[in-house]
């Protein structure tokens, strides 16, 4: 166990040895311990997120066929801590009749909500928090606690436009999450185990994202909705109700809250990554051969993974910033009407196409995954289109008969 | 396995902590001037009409029941997909008939218009 090899357990080792060499118990050391690592962890991902406040304003600045911040330090690489400096120093208005001890835990909550799950978050084979075997259920328990928080938010502000935009927001996200869970089913189905490391080391064969691309479709709808960003953002539709849900925050408050979107959002990319671009590893088995063997050390798996959450969270601003916001009963009808059923086709055909065909090799395997996919794909063009058909013919009815009438007079 | 629910639970408390740390840091720097027109609610620059706690739609309930009967099928679906592969394939049809009863009563939801937002 080198240091490149294994640097957490690495470091852990020597400091064990050190702490234990000034006679304290091994209980207390060990907790000591896991209290650096967390705290170290928890720093990485804090200055990830101020990296992407600049990512964030700068692609948002492109889309909109401008420069964005420029001025503070070269680039505005800078820009991010001057935003937190101002947001530190900002006083904090406390709207009269709000129920203090909600309205103060609830930016926090926001904020710990998306903390937490860097715990089972993998950077790399050996770069990680820890390896819980129920990692999927627990990336969906944490990210109930974010509702939680937009709730407290909202009823706690007494202000009806922060109470409208909460109760929009968490009937969005509690609807967006069913086929969030259904799609998680489909990478244990295809992996054996719930555990996020697992699921990235099944990935060494083949991704995911090509066994089941319809999945990884759902799966990143169903994860922008869950966010709440655009076109899924009515609790903070600027247009319409004005910051929604946090309308009465100011200073350091408000920016918990938009700094916990943003790395919401990363976090959200990591998982795609790990679920169905192969996380740290998967160059489909290019990484067994000696001239590549250096795609194995723990940095550069690091990086790796980095670089493909980096592309899911691209992805991620690209729709943000490119389509329109949904009506509520829009977003609604969607998500019960066509992304539930989706996903729970897509769910049985993975289920039972995995255990038929998995007796035949490995190519006839993936190509039978995919094509189905492709086929549930295209059927549900065709409802679709057939449906829209139907519906013009039924407007057009009417019109007909009149211009007829026209004609005859 | 219980180091790693140990460490899960640190990560909570250290957690919490860490946004905590500059509320409280704004809290000793910021300044505070209360008055009570900074203190009024906002409602784009007017007076505030009516109450604020408005009435609750119910169409809300409606979504949230519907949530929860497919929250709770999906929970069992977890331990089914776990085993997949060490079971033969009428298990996996087995599972496939629990999701068709519930597809059911997503049908039955959708033709009764609860799944509509009037």
């Known amino acids: ?409 | 396995m219980q180091n790693q629910w140990l460490y899960i639970g640190l990560f909570f408390v250290i957690g919490i902590i860490v946004p905590v740390v500059p509320l409280v840091f704004a809290r000793l720097v910021a300044p505070r001037k209360p008055n009570p027109i900074k203190q009024s609610t906002y409602e784009c620059g007017i007076e505030t009409v009516g109450e604020s706690w408005v009435q609750f739609k119910a169409q809300y309930y409606v979504f949230a029941l519907v949530f929860l009967v497919f929250d709770v099928e999906s929970v069992f679906l977890f331990p089914w997909a776990l085993t997949l592969k060490q079971l033969p394939l009428f298990v996996v049809l087995e599972g496939v008939l629990f999701i068709g009863i519930l597809v059911a009563g997503l049908v039955y939801a959708w033709r009764k218009g609860m799944l509509e937002w009037v």
């Open chain 1, 1 to 409: 166990m080198t240091f490149w090899n294994n640097p957490i357990n690495f470091i852990g080792y020597w400091l064990n040895s050190i702490l234990t060499g000034w006679h304290l118990p091994a209980a207390i050391a060990s907790v000591l311990l896991y209290v650096i690592g967390i705290i170290v962890l928890i720093l990485f991902a804090m200055t990830l997120d101020i990296g992407l406040v600049w990512v964030e304003r700068k692609v948002v600045a492109r889309f909109q066929d401008r420069l964005g911040p420029n001025r503070i330090g070269p680039f505005g690489l800078i820009q991010p801590i001057a935003d937190i400096i101002k947001m530190v120093i900002k006083e904090d208005i406390t709207p009269d009749g709000a129920d203090k001890i909600i309205y103060n835990i609830a930016p926090v909550l926001a904020a710990t909500s998306v903390i937490v799950l860097w715990a089972i978050l993998p950077l790399a084979s050996t770069i990680y928090g820890v390896d819980l075997n129920v990692g999927l259920l627990f990336i969906v328990a944490a990210g109930a606690l974010g509702t939680l928080a937009i709730i407290m938010a909202g009823w706690s502000s007494n202000n009806k436009y922060a109470l409208l935009g909460a109760f929009r927001m968490v009937s969005n996200m509690i609807s967006y999450e069913i086929p969030m869970v259904i799609i998680l089913l489909i990478p244990t189905i295809l992996a054996n185990t719930m555990s996020v490391r697992g699921i990235t080391q099944a990935q060494s064969g083949m991704w995911f994202a090509i066994l089941s691309p319809l999945a990884l479709l759902i799966f990143l709808i169903s994860a922008i909705a869950e966010l709440g960003r655009s076109p899924f953002d009515l609790n903070e539709a600027e247009s319409e109700i004005v910051a929604g849900f946090h309308i009465e925050y100011t200073g350091m408050k408000f920016g918990w809250f938009y700094a916990g979107e943003l790395l919401h959002a990363f976090t959200f990319g990591g998982f795609i990554a790990i679920l169905f671009f192969g996380g740290y590893g998967g160059f489909f088995g290019l990484e067994k051969l000696a001239a590549l063997a250096w795609l194995n050390i723990p940095f550069v798996q690091a990086l790796v993974f980095i670089a493909k959450a980096m592309f899911g969270y691209w992805v991620i601003m690209w729709i943000k910033y490119s389509v329109p916001r949904i009506r509520i009963d829009h977003m609604l009808a969607f998500n019960w009407k066509f992304l539930v059923p989706l996903s729970l086709v897509v769910l049985v055909n993975t289920a039972i196409l995995n255990k038929i065909l998995i007796v035949l090799p490995n190519w006839l395997y993936v190509l039978g995954m995919f094509a189905s996919n492709i086929v549930i794909g295209y059927v549900t063009v065709e409802i679709l289109r057939s449906y829209g058909r139907n519906q013009r013919k039924a407007e057009k009815l009417p019109d007909s008969h009149a211009q007829t009438q026209e004609q005859t007079v």
